[in-house]
Nanobody, 120 residues
């Protein structure tokens, strides 16, 4: 199983980006939680938001109102719509997913990260 994240970049404050993450592999039986985390140097990785297979989304307080997470179950993809970006949103953004590769065989996987840099 691989998670491929892309769509980060450099943007001015107030701008927007829409990173995407796709889960791929030979034996994907099911995907449950899919989400995004972020990390800056010297700090722990923190939750941005997680979407359930049922569609509900839990967001970190710091991003409520200007980030939106959505998923496309047919494409095994999760998206992070980032608007009104601030310099403090600068980080490496990682996608994460709980994937079953067989009946009741669940594991948690991380993508490689995509850099988001917001200039003031």
């Amino acid at each position: 199983v691989q998670l491929q994240a892309f769509g980060g970049g450099l943007v001015q404050a107030g701008g927007f980006l829409r990173p995407s993450c796709v889960v791929s592999g030979r034996r994907i039986f099911a995907i449950n939680d899919m989400g995004w985390y972020r990390q800056v140097p010297g700090r722990e990785r923190e939750l941005v938001g997680v979407t359930k297979n049922s569609g509900g989304v839990n967001y970190a307080d710091s991003v409520k109102g200007h980030f939106t997470i959505s998923r496309d179950n047919a494409k095994n993809a999760v998206y992070l719509q980032m608007s009104s970006l601030k310099p403090e949103d600068t980080a490496v953004y990682y996608c994460n997913a709980d994937v079953a590769t067989g009946w009741e065989n669940w594991n948690n996987y991380w993508g490689q990260g995509t850099q988001v840099t917001v200039s003031s």
